[in-house]
Nanobody
Framework: QVQLMESGGGLVQAGGSLRLSCAAS????????MGWYRQNPGKQRELVAH???????VYADSVKGRFTISGDNAKSTVYLQMNNLKPEDTGVYYC??????????????WGQGSQVTVSS
């Protein structure tokens, strides 16, 4: 089994900062990509950012220049530093990982979700 354990969500005023963390554990052989998606009620889950184990990053246009994704390969952990937060950043943030398990299969996994609320 594979688990993605998230931490760091919360309530912050506009202009503030939060840092999300996500640690992968379990029967993992290798991790290809880890990242974050967010979702609001009635809307599709959307990509926020992801990072490959080689360090390549992708960001949604709406967060470029404000959010920074980073990873610690040794800890199988990904971080999302969110600065200058805006009310439209509010949502449930889901950690995501595409990896190969110790049993040889490759699949995508999701964390439990962390609520981020930005007040105006």
């Amino acid at each position: 089994q594979v688990q993605l354990m998230e931490s760091g969500g919360g309530l912050v005023q506009a202009g503030g900062s939060l840092r999300l963390s996500c640690a992968a554990s379990g029967s993992i052989f290798s991790i290809n990509v880890m990242g974050w998606y967010r979702q609001n009620p009635g809307k599709q889950r959307e990509l926020v950012a992801h990072i490959s184990t080689g360090g390549s990053t992708v960001y949604a246009d709406s967060v470029k220049g404000r959010f920074t994704i980073s990873g610690d390969n040794a800890k199988s952990t990904v971080y999302l530093q969110m600065n200058n937060l805006k009310p439209e950043d509010t949502g449930v943030y889901y950690c995501w990982a595409k990896l190969r398990t110790a049993y040889g299969g490759s699949a995508a996994y999701w964390g439990q979700g962390s609520q981020v609320t930005v007040s105006s």
